[in-house]
């Protein structure tokens, strides 16, 4: 889960100087500008009056957040205001922080497995974002009690409250890890349904509310922000002093609280009349071709899971790939060629960058015993200040291509990344072979060069030009749904990658506990971090379009049907222009 822009759908009539915008309100229309919506709203806006003095600029930004704060709440409810600072903030902000942050010291600290065995866990824990698609799909089509989305939320929170009460109290060993890995993947599932479903009906609401501005998404990755940093502060030093299992403890009451506003209607949704109940056969026809490669997508997700956890690294990697193939086949079936072509690229850049944690967060972590002269780096830093300068960087990277790279090519954008960030894995071979040490240069500091600045930075732009293109290649009414298969694509490609991982870290004969080997963990990097993410650079120029980010790639399609899937966070696009653009992207961040 990244930071992100504003939601395409959520931007389609945004006000924007002082243009006119069409307002939705129920089935009355009308247009008014953002002049004449201020003059109605006095309240909701706050400037610094022509001649300002020290006193208005003290005042100034709580004044300022005083009118934000009017404006969201008088726009979407103090409800759905608190249901949504529950949904960001205690479950995507900290449960979700608590759930990624906390998997290392888990595995490796209180169940003792091995460096493979954790690769595999965190690939099934990790498997339900492969499933966005199908739980849209499932969501929009099979209303429970007339309901699309309250009777998910409460499931979703139910499941993965009991998942962490079992992981906290369960008598758990590394004979039982199998079953930890399960349960992470309920409380991952829990995380994944409030995510997609919550910002399915905020990015709805503010389609509504156009000239409301990124209030709501401001809203979300405030109380986010909040809830990841509070979380990762509390990962690192509770791990280091031997309160892994209790770390997640928090987590029970965190995936349980969502229930809470639900409870007390703060979700506005309204059942469905009771003839339109039961599942919508209408919509399933329209989007069959669709709703088929989501299923395929869910239950290859749920393959690879039990895979991980009953198979081999060759059943495992075999599996990946065979899946593989008939998920992009699939996708060339499904969805318009240009579209395939890019999916496929950005599905082989995920996997082509192949991720071995099992083998690296152990060298990193691994106390004396294990490594005689290794990094031994705290949870404390590797965990929380790590976090930290990673959110620094991320949005450095995001002010770095909105005001360098925005009028780059397609291909370019890509491709530089790619070089940036096998040049950042350089990094990872000074202090594997121990040169670090040798030229008195302290480990941390390379790390936070490598892996915290220049790889963090490097993904950002890889990711934001991914939104941008994703978003130039949507067909009309089609955005929806093409966004939450793109972005299974992309996770499924993280757990193929995981899955060639677990292969190459047994392959190189890498030893994670006592007697540990990482002597070919030099060759292991140079095969997976330097060797095969260079792949991406000629796919770049065969499958990405030559144009620059500033052109319009396809026109509309007006006779495609209508979208029944919502996208989730990571699928969040650049501000359009202004009402009416087709295509149009705007390179304001916020």
Known sequence: SRPGLLSLHAVAVMAHGGETYEIRSGADKKDLTLEEYKALHPTYYFDLPSQPGCTDYVRYPFKRFAAYYRRLTGNFGLPFVIMLASAYGGVKGALYSFLTSGLLPFFQRSLGVSGSRYQAYSTVALSPWSMKAFIGMLSDCAPILGYYKIPYLVMASVFATAAFYLICFMPLDADSAQLAAA???????????????????????????????????????????????ISSAMVGPMSDAGYVRELFLACIPLAAQVCIPLLFGCFPEK???????????????????????????????????????????????????CTSVVLCAGAFLVLDRKLAMCNLYMFLAMATYVQIDGAMEYFYTSDSTCIADGPHFSYTFYKTYSSLLQAVFGWLGVVVFQNYMSNWSFRTIFWVPIVLRVLASLFDIFIVNRWTTRLGIPDQAVFIIGVDMIYELTYMLEFMAGVILTSKLCPKEMESTVYALLAGFQNFGQNVSRSIGLYLIQSFNIKTTVPCDFSNLTWLLVVCHLGMPL????LSFLLLPKERLTVN???????????VSLPTDDDLAPLLDKKGSKGGYGSSAL
């Open 183 to 229: 349960l992470f993947f309920f409380g991952h599932l829990g995380v994944v349904v409030v995510d997609l479903l919550c910002e399915g009906k905020y990015a709805e609401m503010m389609i509504e509310r156009p000239l409301t501005g990124p209030d709501a998404v401001t809203w979300v990755w405030g109380t986010y922000m909040v809830g990841k940093l």
């Open 271 to 321: 059942p469905l009349p009771k003839e339109r109940r039961g599942i919508q056969v209408q919509k399933l026809k329209a989007n069959a071709p669709v709703f088929t490669l989501a299923t395929a997508m869910g239950l290859g997700a749920v393959g690879i899971a039990l895979v991980n956890l009953f198979g081999d690294s060759l059943a495992v990697i075999i599996y990946a790939c």
């Open 553 to 563: 790639l396809i026109e509309a399609k007006p006779d495609v049907p209508k979208s």
């Open 535 to 538: 792949i991406g650079v000629p």
